[in-house]
């Protein structure tokens, strides 16, 4: 049973993925401060919780053990930043994707923070040299980069400044186990961290073969959905290569050289505009179209089979 922990977190930010992050925290027993700038934001980032939470329960999918009066007794919101961060064990931060306003954030959690303490950002595609080159807490500084909605997709890249001590990517891993994430570490920084890198991979290709007029985007799309997609909601793509043949070393030999001709054959990369665009964003448009009322519509029955695909990737785990 998740018992109620020791030490406080902080989320900067209650946005979309500063929410969701309180309610991932909270499900692992953590106490949690909200903290944004506009108080009327924590306001309403605590009633949507609140609202979310109920649902989660109504459905049995609310994460931990805790029930949701429970977690909900354990977020508080905040628009003080010194009372906020004060005895924190981990900070969160959540503010929009700006450099300028990141690096003003952390400047001035710098000042005010213990050595205990973890500063660690939410940043999609901010290098962390870029966001804590010449801190003075530049050991506790590190990237979490959590995936979209980080309540039902698990994954969170931990990726450190070359000044990070070790410790606190360990610390940082440990944490995320402990709330039910699923943590990967890079050794290194590199732009678009892994999961990016690996989907632009995907981007690019499927532009191109749209765009070659080798494909119809929306078949396109069901190649991943239910194709590929099938099997990556289970396993990656090199344990897929092992069970594709009597192992990895028998796969190699088999298609190695396949492999290697069909990738000489990739073109160039696109520019993501012009005639491909069109042809790509008409097809998309006729499914949704990309007004609010349609895309959060689509968007609401994506994250409705995500809590489905979670909750059925939990009863593999536990088979
Ligand atoms: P958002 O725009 O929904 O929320 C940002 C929040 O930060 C707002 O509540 C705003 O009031 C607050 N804020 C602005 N200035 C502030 C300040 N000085 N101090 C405290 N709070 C401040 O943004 P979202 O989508 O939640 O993104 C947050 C971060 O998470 C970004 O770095 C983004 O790249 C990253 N991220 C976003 C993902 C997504 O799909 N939305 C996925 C993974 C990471």
Redesign the pocket.
Known sequence: MTAIREGRVVI???????RSWAMVFASGGYQVKL????QE?VTTALENIRKQMKELEEIGMLKGTLNAEQQLSLISGCTDLKAAVEGAIYIQE????NLE?KKK?FGQLDLIVSNNVILS????CLLPTKLFTGLKHVKQCIVA????PPYYVPLVELVPHPETDPCTLEKTYALMKKIGQSPVRLTKEIDGFVLNRLQYAIISEAWRLVGDGIISPVDLDLVMSDGLGMRYAFMGPLETMHLNAEGMLNYCERYREGIIRVLKSFGPIPEFTGVAEEKINTAMCEETPADSEHLNDRRCWRDNCLVRLAKLKKEIKSD
């Open positions: 900067v930010g209650s946005g979309l993925i500063g903290y944004d700038i506009v934001q959540c503010t929009p994707e306003l954030i950002s939410s940043t999609s980069h959590p995936v979209n």
